[in-house]
Nanobody, 113 residues
Framework: QVRLVESGGGLVQPGGSLKLSCAAS??????MGWYRQAPGKQRDMVAR???????IYADSVKGRFTISRDNAKNMLYLEMNMLKPEDTAVYYC?????????WGQGTQVTVSS
């Protein structure tokens, strides 16, 4: 059974940093990524990474966020720097094993002073 469990969310001041983790189990995956959803908005892609390390970032987070993965440990990470109030959302871990995709339950990130 596939499980994706996010951790590391919390409250941080604007300009601060936070690191999210996703512990995957039950399979190995091709593409993994982070998505976020704020109240009243759609779920949007933040960053993706393939099993060979190719990355894609949303324009809104380029230069501030870094996605990485440890295939040996089946872990996915998102380092977030220079956080803005607009980054406030529930962040979801995603993992793709064609033809199926899987989602974690999400972790809340709140950027506020």
């Amino acid at each position: 059974q596939v499980r994706l469990v996010e951790s590391g969310g919390g409250l941080v001041q604007p300009g601060g940093s936070l690191k999210l983790s996703c512990a995957a189990s039950g399979s190995t995956f091709s593409t993994m990524g982070w998505y976020r959803q704020a109240p009243g908005k759609q779920r949007d892609m933040v960053a993706r990474i393939t099993n060979v390390g190719t990355t894609i970032y949303a324009d809104s987070v380029k230069g501030r966020f870094t996605i990485s993965r440890d295939n040996a440990k089946n872990m996915l990470y998102l380092e977030m720097n220079m956080l803005k109030p607009e980054d406030t959302a529930v962040y979801y871990c995603y993992a793709n094993r064609p033809p199926l995709g899987y989602w974690g339950q999400g972790t809340q990130v709140t950027v506020s002073s």
